[in-house]
């Protein structure tokens, strides 16, 4: 099949109609958003981007951030977007390993970009947080016609890189089948359509806000209002003309301290979509009460796109994460054997699909080892599915931390705190918080009491690790609870500190 751009283009019979209203009371018709993909796709290849390239960008969210992504794929080439949390010693790791040969930056971090960008031969321009710079003002002379690149439905859109638990990323890659897919099955799962208004606060580097959010707007012809970040007194203000919001569960729990927040705020709103990490069946309720709307929990992951949801109609069960989506088949199998297990039976949740990524960039043996020889894809979440075929997600099998939504996998801070003088060995966990799900902790063990303390750990890990990858407290221990096999338990440290941030 085609270039997703084609797709997305032959499904929009209406240019003139709203797409996207910016934060600053800017209009985006479809057929603006087009033209200036047509445009800025026209400087991308000036600058040599050709089919199959990667384009890499850490940029604030703008609209013109976003355009980027829909021109990348109308050029042929492979989006490539970067948490702009990342420090120039992890962006370091990401532009080597994906050699791309374009990188948008903001212009406040040109400079350093630049030292990364000439070691791989890429060229560099920019995109502001209000979405201006070089990249924008070359778009503004370009024609805003362009012929989409042709390209296959097997080949790629977008590679997102996923932490690594063994301290390296991998980049999965996403084809144009992955994402049109997905897209198209969840307009029909969610009844999107062009009465749409969807409220968009979420990044755009991440699967949730770049695919879920933006593809089903587009795909469905809606249209949304686009916020820069997360603001709840803002959300307040635009239910009362949005139709639906998606977000991560600390969206949820922090509209639901909004005094303001009742059944007459909301009755223009027709869903709530919650992902990413898991929403507390109390918020559910919660929710529910104040509201009288269900959110609707959903279950995916970089590498597949989305899995399962809970149903439009018929009951959202709180903590549950609903049936698989039309196309995808979940099963459960036993992570040791890889035996098949039955319903309310825990084990590794595999997935396969037309949404399943194709593999993870440059790394065929990580690929191969992490899908079955029948092409399911070994998720690394624990679960099961229950005898109403609710798929319920128990826990992670990759000791994976998820902070506001954000993934953070212990071993990389580890890593960063063990490097540090006075420090024997650290592990690193994630406990109940009230705002973030999970508090990144860590535990740390000294050579010698008070060689180290908690202000210098934090400070030197400032210009290391991404801010939402910083541990919040630390704790000092003589030793760290061991088994009998010498491996540290880390559901004892879990337990222990439990009430660290809600007691
Ligand atoms: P990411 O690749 O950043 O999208 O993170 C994917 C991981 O987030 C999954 O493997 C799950 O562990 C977790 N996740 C996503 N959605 C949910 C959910 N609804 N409930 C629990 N965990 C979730």
């Not at 580097?205 to 795909?219: Q, R």
Request: proline letters at 6%; one cysteine or more; charged letters at 20%.
């Amino acid at each position: 099949m085609s270039n997703l751009f084609d797709r997305l283009s032959r499904n929009t019979p209406n240019l003139a109609a709203r797409a996207i209203e910016n934060i600053d009371g800017t209009i985006y018709s479809y057929g603006d958003l087009f033209a200036l993909s047509a445009q800025i796709a026209h400087v991308l290849v000036a600058q040599g981007v050709k089919s199959g390239d990667r384009v890499a960008a850490q940029v604030e969210k703008s609209v013109p951030a976003l355009v980027l992504y829909l021109a990348t794929v109308r050029a042929g080439a492979v989006y490539l977007p970067l948490n702009t949390a990342y420090t120039l010693a992890e962006l370091d790791y990401f532009i080597s390993d994906s050699e791309p040969s374009l990188i948008v930056c903001d212009p406040a971090s040109e400079p350093g970009i630049q030292q990364l960008a000439a070691k791989v031969g890429a060229k560099v321009l920019t995109i502001d947080p209000v979405g201006k710079g070089s990249l924008v003002s070359a778009a503004a002379e370009q024609s805003p016609e362009f012929n989409t690149v042709a390209r296959q439905g097997d080949d790629l859109a977008a590679i997102l890189y996923t932490s690594g638990t063994t301290g390296r990323s991998k980049g999965a890659m996403l084809t144009h089948d992955n994402l049109h897919s997905n897209a198209t099955t969840l307009v029909e799962y969610w009844r999107f359509s062009s009465k749409d208004v969807l409220i968009h606060a979420l990044p755009i580097y991440h699967t949730h806000g770049l695919f879920v959010a933006s593809n089903v707007t587009f795909f469905s012809g809606a249209s949304m209002i686009f916020l820069p970040k997360f603001d709840p007194e803002k959300i307040m203000e635009l239910m009362v003309r949005a139709t639906c919001l998606m977000g991560v569960p600390t969206f949820y729990v922090r509209l639901l301290q909004h005094p303001k927040l009742n059944k007459e705020n909301v009755k223009n709103m027709r869903l709530f979509v919650s992902g990413s990490a898991p929403l507390l069946a109390d918020t559910h309720r919660e929710w529910s009460a104040k509201t009288g709307h269900a959110i609707l929990e959903r279950y995916g992951m970089t590498e597949t796109n989305m899995n399962t949801s809970n149903p439009y109609d018929g009951d959202r069960v709180p903590g549950a994460v609903g049936y698989p989506l039309p196309g995808v088949s979940v099963r459960i199998a036993d992570p040791e054997s890889g035996k098949l297990l039955a319903a309310d039976e825990i084990g590794m949740i595999e997935v396969k699909g037309p949404n399943v990524f194709k593999g993870y960039w440059r790394m065929p043996e990580k690929t191969e080892a992490e899908f079955k020889p029948d092409g399911f894809f070994i998720t690394g979440d624990l679960g099961k599915i229950d005898a109403r075929g609710y798929v319920h997600i128990v826990g992670r099998g990759k000791d994976l931390i998820i902070t506001g939504g954000f993934n953070v996998y212990p071993k990389e801070i580890e890593s960063e705190i063990d490097a540090m003088p006075g420090v024997f060995e650290s592990a690193v966990i994630g406990v109940p918080h009230p705002d973030f799900g999970e508090g990144v902790t860590a535990v740390v063990v000294r050579t010698k009491p008070d060689q180290i303390d908690e202000k210098a750990i934090i400070n030197a890990l400032q210009d290391r690790l991404a801010k939402f990858k910083q541990p919040k407290k630390i704790i000092f221990l003589d030793d760290l609870p061991r088994n009998t096999m010498g491996k540290v338990q880390k559901n004892v440290l879990r337990d222990q500190y439990a009430n660290l941030y809600t007691g």
